[in-house]
């Protein structure tokens, strides 16, 4: 599986951003999806995840009603709706992935996922 992320950029407070995360591979609907990110200095930390059905997901408190996770498995692809965007919101954003059997599961925990995509870097200006 290749993950390959894009869509960020510098914004200012208060706009929004939508993040894409491309992946090659097998059938999306069988991946559990998360986006976490790093921001300078900081560990890589959750944002957002989503079930291989896209009928669940889980989110950061940081960012719960702000953002929003999606995915088109037709497309391949899982998206991460920034709204509202803070300046504690600037990071590298990765998108990573972890195959399962169950439609359902929801990862919060980067060690289990096993494939990862490169960074996108949003930054958020005050």
Request: glycine share 12%; aromatic share 8%; hydrophobic share 35%.
């Given at each position: 599986v290749q993950l390959q992320a894009s869509g960020g950029g510098l914004v200012q407070a208060g706009d929004s951003l939508r993040l894409s995360c491309a992946a090659s591979g097998p059938p999306l609907?069988?991946?559990?999806?998360g986006w976490f990110r790093r921001a300078?200095?900081?560990e890589r930390d959750f944002v957002a995840a989503i079930s291989g059905s896209g009928?669940?997901?889980?989110y950061a408190a940081s960012v719960k009603g702000r953002f929003t996770i999606s995915r088109d498995n037709a497309k391949?692809?899982?998206y991460l709706q920034m709204d509202s965007l803070k300046p504690e919101d600037t990071a590298?954003?990765?998108c990573a992935a972890t195959g399962t059997f169950n439609?359902?599961?929801?990862?919060?925990?980067?060690?289990d996922y096993n494939y990862w995509?490169?960074?996108t870097q949003v930054t958020v200006s005050s």
């Amino acid at each position: 599986v290749q993950l390959q992320a894009s869509g960020g950029g510098l914004v200012q407070a208060g706009d929004s951003l939508r993040l894409s995360c491309a992946a090659s591979g097998p059938p999306l609907g069988t991946l559990a999806m998360g986006w976490f990110r790093r921001a300078p200095g900081k560990e890589r930390d959750f944002v957002a995840a989503i079930s291989g059905s896209g009928t669940g997901t889980l989110y950061a408190a940081s960012v719960k009603g702000r953002f929003t996770i999606s995915r088109d498995n037709a497309k391949k692809t899982v998206y991460l709706q920034m709204d509202s965007l803070k300046p504690e919101d600037t990071a590298v954003y990765s998108c990573a992935a972890t195959g399962t059997f169950n439609i359902a599961r929801i990862i919060q925990k980067q060690s289990d996922y096993n494939y990862w995509g490169q960074g996108t870097q949003v930054t958020v200006s005050s």
